[in-house]
């Protein structure tokens, strides 16, 4: 086979017992690169996510409920906020055996501020 094939397209509708079902429209002009294109305006949710780690983590750690409160409340899902923390090196420590959890930037090996670190890691502009 060479060439592409035609992308189909499609809407789901209640049928009368209430389920599901699938009605084809037939040929679309759109392609998987159209639509991912499409979706690709703006920040993603990861950029998102390490943006809001770099504002609310500037000035020093947080407590992790506090962070994942925000996140939650910036739609950001669990799994994108520890991808970001990965990203930006943010490390979680705990505040002796019984305290709280708190997320902050790990310690800069070369004395510089970690968030400015961050930054350069990612090829920011200053």
């Known amino acids: 086979m060479t060439g592409r094939l035609a992308s189909l397209a499609y809407h ?14 037939g040929a679309s002009d759109h392609t998987a ?15 998102a996510a390490q943006g809001l780690l770099r504002s609310l983590l500037a000035d020093g750690p947080k407590p992790a409920s506090v962070v994942e409160a925000e ?9 994108t906020l520890r991808r970001a923390c990965q ?10 055996y019984q ?5 902050g930037f790990a310690p800069s090996p070369l004395g510089q501020p970690p968030l400015l670190l961050s930054l350069l890691r990612e090829g920011s502009p200053l």
């Open 12 to 25: 789901l509708a209640p049928d009368e017992s209430g389920s599901l079902r699938v009605i084809w429209e």
């Open 33 to 47: 690169e159209s639509l991912l294109d499409s979706h690709s305006e703006g920040p993603t949710a990861l950029s």
């Open 71 to 79: 996140a939650r409340a910036a739609g950001l899902s669990r799994h």
């Open 87 to 96: 990203a930006l090196g943010i490390r979680p420590r705990k505040d002796g």
């Open 99 to 103: 305290g709280a959890w708190f997320w």
